[in-house]
């Protein structure tokens, strides 16, 4: 072993110039080295990158990278060629003979690196290309994608393990940031790793003090310009939920005179565009960029100080994943999440689009034979509608619930009936998509420590006991989102009325039921009275657990609060402080009995105009294209692009990105990955 650790750390020097691992590093390279299959969960930032690349370069020949993001991609491979290294790409986004030449390169030999996206081993006989000159090791990035309890599934990732059996012995490593127990377990299991070492790196981040503050939509850009108002608060990264909210908030920020250099990048500005911003941003000629949280960044910039999200998050390990990019350097950093209750309920409106209800993926299923039918034909007999029917038959395949193939004389494919157990599968995961929208909701009204919070849903429980001392929590009178003033003598009283009730009881109370024995008359908010609850805990008087009990089939959480043995002894506050938080501007509860309602604006229907010969002729390109690409990762066509946004395609002929992400149906996935292609035809088109 002290020859392989030589050689190591010589590598480490020589080719990537550092001069020591990280914490971490070696033990995964030196498993990987060995050739064993391993499972690295290590946070964003952390050095994950090099537990595949160092490896390679000690084993020799070509190692293999599997990754989601074609940004991702064409980072990492630039840099590893700015280091010598002879690295190239394959996906969508690049030209085709460039693809081949890649291939012939990669077989003669002569790639230390090839990044390929996982729809690439659908393709019929990549796998078996790959095959005739086998990797010399084979990361799978981002592998958390490959779970259905994972935040960011895609289908495409639960099809790899067939193809990486052919590709073998070439060990195995997955790699992500964002796995919980359940993940990590599930990981192991759909990759089919053989013997595999897990190793998990620690997730607390020191440096960084979380603040969550509730705040009405309509007054977060006037308290981002209050967040970043002073120079220390930059560089800074702002994430929005939408490219409207990210150029809107962009604006503001450029309308305050002397202020903020701000910027906003998202998927529907042209690669130049988005090229020249990132550049200006990690350059030093931004203080600001604001981004979708939808389209893959691919920054990676030391010194950012603050990052801000303008709306709660769609799960706590993409949001663990999205803070990661502040404090690299080690230096003391600020995150901070707005969110009001609409933002929940506007999750939930999009959970519903995107998962049908399971009666209505039912009906298609009982549609389904044993023998082919034509999508066509299954649409008909569903019933289902236009908007509906793909969803459907998205989710059967991904369930194993369908098989589609291209067979016979139908362009559009086929399908047949699979496994009858997509049922459980199906109704698992929408759940657990539920859970994760529910996870969020209850950390942004959780007194306990954030960062304690996280470390503990990564399934480190050992060092979730252990409080940051930094974060809105553990010291609120360092805040800067929110307000803080001595708490009055009126406050102080219900702090010792709580104490002396949860003395009487004896035991441990839910603190629903606290706040209504002590706060009855009192002018005390229930938010108030729980970040009261939190600053008894901080002080050591109390501690308040999260439980729950199962009612009518439903897990019910709740919050139990219990005296601690210096709290049962504490009869006076006197020398202790108290603060009394502004905990946001402007809260948006519902009232009782009335639902809050999210405001989603409703998709225009589109006019049922013919096409003219010209746009006819345009269409039957597209369509031509699509079911091309489509055969290549064997999904429906429909998957890449409905029928009906073909149809504006055709009409609207968009030049450029921004025009193409502005039609219905082409999301900054969509258009990141097929948008070059489709503006390429529609400028190229001369009808």
Request: with cysteine.
């Amino acid at each position: 072993m002290p020859t392989l650790q030589a050689g190591l750390s010589e590598i480490l020097q020589q080719r990537f110039g550092f001069p020591a691992f990280r914490p971490g590093q070696r033990p995964v390279c030196e498993a990987a080295v060995a050739g064993r299959d391993l499972l690295l969960v290590m946070p964003t930032g952390a050095g994950k990158s090099l537990c595949y690349q160092l490896p390679t370069l000690a084993r020799g020949g070509t190692g293999l990278v599997i990754s989601p993001l074609i940004a991702l991609m064409d980072d990492q491979s630039s840099k590893l060629k700015t280091m010598g290294m002879k690295a190239e790409r394959i996906h969508s986004g690049i030209d085709r003979e460039l693809s081949r030449e890649v291939c012939r390169e990669y077989l003669r030999g002569n790639l230390d690196f090839l990044f390929i996206a996982p729809e690439r081993l659908r393709i019929p006989g990549f796998a078996e290309m790959l095959a005739k000159r086998k990797p010399s090791l084979i990361a799978v990035d981002e592998a958390h994608c490959i779970s259905q309890w994972g935040h960011d599934f895609r289908p495409d990732y639960r099809l790899l393990a067939p193809a990486l059996e052919l590709l073998r012995p070439a060990p195995v490593i997955a790699l992500t940031a964002t796995a919980t127990p359940t993940v990590q377990q599930d990981i192991l299991t759909q990759l089919a790793l053989r013997d595999a070492q897990l190793f998990v790196h620690g997730f607390r981040r020191h440096n960084l003090a979380i603040e969550v503050i509730e705040v009405n939509k309509s007054q977060r850009a006037e308290k981002l310009a209050e967040l970043l108002h002073e120079p220390e608060s930059t560089p800074a990264i702002v994430y929005a939920t939408s490219r409207k909210d990210a150029e809107r908030y962009a604006e503001f920020l450029q309308s305050i005179p002397g202020k903020r250099r701000a910027a906003a990048y998202h998927a529907g500005m042209d690669a130049a565009s988005r090229d020249h911003i990132q550049r200006s941003f990690l350059d030093g000629n931004l203080d600001v960029i604001v981004a979708t949280i939808a389209f893959g960044m691919g920054i990676d910039k030391a010194n950012v100080r603050t990052v801000v999200h303008t709306g709660l998050p769609g799960s706590l390990e993409g949001y663990y994943q999205e803070i990661g990019r502040a404090g690299r350097d080690g230096k003391q950093s600020r995150v901070i999440l707005m969110h009001s209750y609409a933002d929940s309920r506007i999750h939930e409106h999009f959970l519903q689009q995107d998962y049908p209800s399971i009666e209505e993926v039912e009906k298609l299923w009982k549609c389904l034979r044993k023998e082919p039918r034509t999508l066509e034909s299954l649409r008909k007999s569903s019933k289902l509608e236009e908007s509906v029917f793909p969803k459907a038959l998205e989710k059967l395949i991904a369930h194993r619930g369908a098989i589609f193939e291209y067979t016979g004389d139908s362009e559009e494919g086929e399908a047949m009936r699979g496994d009858e157990d997509w049922r459980s599968i199906y109704s698992t995961q929408l759940a657990q998509r539920q859970e994760q929208i529910k996870l969020v909701t209850r950390y942004t009204a959780s007194r306990q420590c954030r960062m304690a919070a996280l470390v503990a849903h990564f399934g480190d429980a050992a060092d979730a006991r252990i409080p940051c001392g930094i974060c809105d929590t553990c010291a609120p009178q360092q805040t800067v989102g929110s307000k803080l003033a001595p708490a009055g003598e009126s406050c102080r009283r219900i702090a010792l009325s709580a104490m002396d009730t949860l003395r009487e009881r004896g035991r441990g109370m839910s603190t629903g039921k606290l706040y209504e024995d002590v706060c009855s008359r009192a002018q005390l908010t229930r938010d108030e009275f729980e970040e009261l609850l939190g600053q008894l805990q901080q002080l050591g008087l109390v501690t308040v657990e999260e439980t729950s009990f199962e009612k009518d089939g439903r897990v019910i959480p709740y919050k139990v609060a219990s005296l601690t043995r210096r709290g049962v002894n504490t009869e006076s506050l006197d020398g202790m402080e108290l603060w009394t938080r502004e905990i946001g501007a402007g809260k948006s509860r519902p009232k009782p009995g009335k639902a809050a309602k999210p405001v989603v604006k409703r998709e225009m229907k589109r006019e049922d105009v013919p096409l003219t010969a010209a746009e006819q002729e345009l269409a039957e390109m597209l369509r031509a294209w699509r079911l091309f690409e489509a055969k290549k990762t064997g999904k429906p066509a429909f998957f890449l692009f409905s029928e009906s946004v073909l149809m504006q395609l055709a009409r609207q002929q968009p030049k450029t990105l921004s025009e193409l992400l502005a039609i219905p149906g082409m999301g900054p996935r969509k258009v990141e990955l097929y948008g070059e292609a489709i503006c390429r035809i529609c400028r190229d088109f001369r009808g």
